[in-house]
Structure formats: structure tokens, C-alpha cells
Nanobody
Framework: HVQLVESGGGLVQAGGSLRLSCAFS????????IGWFRQAPGKERELVAT???????NVADSVRGRFAISRDHSQNMVYLQMNSLTPEDTAVYYC????????????WGSGTLVNVSS
């Protein structure tokens, strides 16, 4: 049973930092991609950053240089370190996984809200 549970969201002032965590179960990182998407009010869900099974990262232009994604195989965790936050980063952040042995099915956590005040 695949589960993704986010934590670490909250209210932060512009210029501040937050670290989001995603605890996952029901699969391993050996053959699967995992990462973060976000959805701001009134906007479509968009990619923030992902890590492929080989460790290659894909980071959105809008956050490159400010956000960093990392993973911990032993703890079944994925992290998103967010620095130099701006009000435009305000969104619900979702942990995401695409799992090969489930036919490439995509799974989502329930999300964690990040609110950046100006």
C-alpha cells in the first residue's frame, strides 16, 4: 500500500526558509522517481523538483538556485529545502511518486501548505 505523507509547511516571512519532508511507504527509491509539485490558489499544479531512480534531479526554473531536493533511502524520506522564499512560492506542496512496478502509476500525498508573507 503506497503512502506519501508531507510535513513541514507553515507560515514564513519573505526571505525565510522552510524544509518540507515526505515520509513514504509501500515502495523503494531503487526503481522509482519521487519529488514535489505545488499548486497555488487559482493556478494549475506545477512541478517543483523531482529525483529520478538514478539520482538525477529536475528542478523548475522558478525555484532553481533557491530550492533543493534530497532523499534518504534508509529512512524512506524525501526533502525539499526551500530558501529565499517569496510570496509567489505560496502554495500547497504535494509529494509525488511514479512507481514502475505499478505500471508507472502516479501517487500523491495530501499536501502541506506553505504561506509566505510579504
Amino acid at each position: 500500500h503506497v503512502q506519501l505523507v508531507e510535513s513541514g509547511g507553515g507560515l514564513v516571512q519573505a526571505g525565510g526558509s522552510l524544509r518540507l519532508s515526505c515520509a513514504f511507504s509501500g515502495f523503494t527509491l531503487d526503481y522509482n522517481a519521487i519529488g514535489w509539485f505545488r499548486q497555488a490558489p487559482g493556478k494549475e499544479r506545477e512541478l517543483v523538483a523531482t529525483i529520478a531512480e538514478n539520482g538525477a534531479t529536475n528542478v523548475a526554473d522558478s525555484v532553481r538556485g533557491r530550492f533543493a531536493i534530497s532523499r534518504d533511502h534508509s529512512q524512506n524520506m524525501v526533502y525539499l529545502q526551500m530558501n529565499s522564499l517569496t510570496p509567489e512560492d505560496t502554495a500547497v506542496y504535494y509529494c509525488y511518486a511514479k512507481i514502475r512496478d505499478k505500471g508507472g502509476a502516479q501517487y500523491w500525498g495530501s499536501g502541506t501548505l506553505v504561506n509566505v508573507s510579504s
